[in-house]
């Protein structure tokens, strides 16, 4: 019994470690989800709605922050969006994504949902601006937490016409 109290003290702790690299004290999570291969991604605000930042890594740590200095705000990040209602009948949708660039890359991460099939997809599409090519790194779904819905009336991330499918 003691061993199993121990571990579970351990898995308290990783937890907690975790937490604390991809989400800071002053900051809440607005949309994260895990990969296939055990990827994390966070985007967080911060409590005060000084920054946005996201994360991107493995549970041990992040492998990419953007931006690197919160000091940048809200003015490194965009926000598109498109919905069309109606259900199946009408191919409804509702797509929405916040990108950023970064050393030639446009990281686009989407959250999106077609009715036809009910489908709904979350990742980060990592496109190459010199060669065009997209490497889509696909999120789990059911990890999903949050959505970036609330950025349509934000008034913080300046919102585009940029459509990434």
């Not at 607005?30 to 493995?58: E, M, P």
């Not at 498109?82 to 686009?108: A, C, T």
């Not at 949902?113 to 190459?128: L, Q």
């Not at 010199?130 to 950025?151: M, R, Y």
């Amino acid at each position: 019994m003691r061993f199993v109290f121990v571990l579970l003290l351990m898995q308290a702790t990783l937890v907690e470690v975790h937490g604390q690299q991809y989400v800071l004290p002053n900051e809440e999570q607005v949309f994260s989800f895990k990969t296939g291969n055990g990827k994390i991604a966070v985007l967080c605000k911060d409590k005060k709605d000084q920054y946005l930042v996201y994360r991107f890594g493995t549970n041990k740590k992040p492998e990419l922050v953007f931006p690197a200095s919160t000091k940048s705000g809200w003015e490194a990040f965009r926000y598109s969006y498109y919905m069309r209602g109606g259900g199946p009948q009408n191919e409804g949708m509702d797509l929405n994504y916040v990108y950023f660039v970064s050393k030639g890359y446009k990281y686009v991460i989407y959250d999106t949902y077609h009715a036809v099939g009910g489908k709904r997809k979350v990742g980060v599409k990592v496109i190459d601006l010199q060669t065009d090519k997209v490497t889509d790194i696909v999120g789990l779904v059911s990890s999903a937490k949050g959505n970036l819905t609330q950025f349509r009336d934000n008034k913080r991330l300046l919102v585009t016409d940029e459509l990434f499918d």
